[in-house]
Each structure stands twice: as structure tokens, then as C-alpha cells.
């Protein structure tokens, strides 16, 4: 599904408040760390994602931003932010709409 590009004022915003509230950004990332699974055969790396949430947290879609290089790692990060959704709803101070967010996934034994 395709969803319309955010305006730069509700990017902007999404990203202010992604950077300006560590304890949204905290939550965030260890709501999605309890969903994540190392695939069997692969190495450790580092994938980074992106995705786009409405003001409830539900993933509306992901992509990949940068591989690490193993294909089973690549789709566990997709997998894991849809398995994630609802993620934490982000804090009213990023605006209406659609947030889009990317996050590096750091895959470690």
C-alpha cells in the first residue's frame, strides 16, 4: 500500500519529536527489541529500517533503508517492525497524520 509523502513541516515535526523525546525514542526502541529474533545461519549486523506509523503506533508499512548484507537478517528487521505494531504512540508534539521513523536494528548473539 502506498501512503502520500509527508509534508517537510509533518517530517520535520515527526523528526523533533523523535529526537527530542528519549524516553518515546527508549520506549520505542525496546518495544521493537522484544520482537526481534535471530535468524538461524546468519551473522551478526546491522540493518536499518523505515517505517511509518499513525498517531495510535500502528505500523502502516516498513523498508529497507541499508542492508547488512544477509538477506535472512534483512527480512527478520522488516518482519519484526510488523510483528511490532502497535509500537508506543508517539508523543502529540509530532503532529497529525502519518509519522515516518528510521531506526537502525542491531542483530547481536
Known amino acids: 500500500t502506498r501512503f502520500p509523502a509527508p ?7 515527526a523528526m523533533q519529536a523523535f ?3 528519549p524516553s518515546w525514542r527508549g520506549a520505542l526502541q525496546a518495544h521493537l527489541n522484544r520482537y526481534k529474533r535471530f535468524p538461524d545461519g546468519a551473522k551478526p ?3 536499518r529500517v523505515a517505517f511509518a506509523i499513525d ?4 505500523v502502516l ?4 533503508v541499508a542492508s547488512s548484507g544477509d ?5 527478520e528487521a522488516l518482519a519484526m517492525v510488523r510483528r511490532s ?6 508523543p502529540t508534539r509530532a503532529g497529525s497524520g502519518l509519522i515516518r521513523l528510521a531506526v537502525p536494528i542491531r ?3
Open 85 to 90: 505494531s502497535p509500537v508506543p504512540a508517539p
Open 7 to 13: 509534508t517537510p513541516q509533518a517530517r520535520g515535526a
Open 55 to 58: 498517531q495510535q503506533g500502528r
Open 45 to 47: 549486523g546491522l540493518v
Open 107 to 109: 542483530f547481536d548473539r
Open 19 to 21: 529526537e527530542a523525546s
Open 61 to 64: 508499512s516498513a523498508s529497507l
Open 71 to 75: 538477506a535472512r537478517l534483512d527480512a
